[in-house]
């Protein structure tokens, strides 16, 4: 199974920051990575997929890079509805193996 | 709109089984691939199975091969999760969800529903 590293596990941070969180496959996975954003209670929402396509109703301030086994997702200027839990995800081949997660706090 | 309800969670006993269904709406449910989801409590996201439109196509996490099996019903917009001979470590909460490009991310998700594996 390709293994996925999520760093950091939380990060605080304020409102108009921005935030990188990375993620690293244990092998090449070309593009096939999908960011999801996780609120208490709810399920997951996909944000980006593909490394960098944003999902349609997505605000353009998320944007996500990245190829081979490196990947990163950048909320721009944190807003007060991004506090959350994002995921990555790699689209490559199943098992569709998620990141552990990075819980984005307020500060 | 697109819509997908999850039904049939609930507490079983170890050893027990449980039969979870979705059903789709909002969308031709013939033409997408479709996925199980779940999530222990306070955990992360793990891949449970997948299946094609038709049908013909199924991969299964190998912590559920042999005990959970996926299928799907085209004419009643529905997919299903046979769930047998459960174990503690499968509570979660389990959330089908569409692949909206047939390229193994998940656009649309349903709400969850909880299965408890206890004595």
């Known amino acids: 199974d390709i293994q996925m590293t999520q760093s950091p596990s939380s990060v605080s941070a304020s409102v108009g920051d921005r935030v990188t969180i990375t993620c690293r496959a244990s092998?090449?996975?070309?593009?096939?990575v999908a960011w999801y954003q996780q609120k208490p209670g709810k399920a997951p929402k996909l944000l980006i997929f593909?490394?960098?396509n944003l999902q349609s109703g997505v605000p353009p301030r998320f944007s996500g890079s990245g190829s081979g086994t490196d990947f990163t997702l950048t909320i721009s200027s944190l807003q007060p509805e991004d506090f959350a839990t994002y995921y990555c995800?790699?689209?490559?081949?199943?098992?569709?193996?998620f990141g552990g997660g990075t819980k984005v706090e307020i500060k | 709109q697109v819509q997908l309800v999850e039904s049939g969670g609930g507490l079983v006993k170890p050893g027990g089984s449980l039969r979870l269904s979705c059903a789709a709406s909002?969308?031709?449910?013939?033409?997408?691939?479709m996925t199980w989801i779940r999530q222990a409590p306070g955990m992360g996201l793990e891949s449970v199975s997948y299946?094609?439109?038709?049908?013909?196509?199924?991969y299964y996490a190998d912590s559920v091969k042999g005990r959970f099996t996926i299928s799907r019903d085209n004419a009643k917009n529905s997919l299903f999760l046979q769930m047998n001979s459960l174990r503690a470590e499968d509570t979660a909460v389990y959330y089908c969800?569409?692949?909206?490009?047939?390229?193994?991310?998940?656009?649309?998700w349903g709400q969850g529903t909880p299965v408890t594996v206890s004595s």
């Open positions: 593909a490394a960098s």
């Open positions: 969800a569409r692949d909206g490009r047939g390229s193994y991310d998940f656009d649309y």
């Open positions: 995800q790699q689209a490559n081949s199943f098992p569709f193996t």
């Open positions: 299946i094609s439109s038709s049908g013909s196509t199924i």
């Open positions: 909002g969308f031709t449910f013939s033409d997408y691939y």
């Open positions: 092998q090449g996975i070309s593009s096939w």
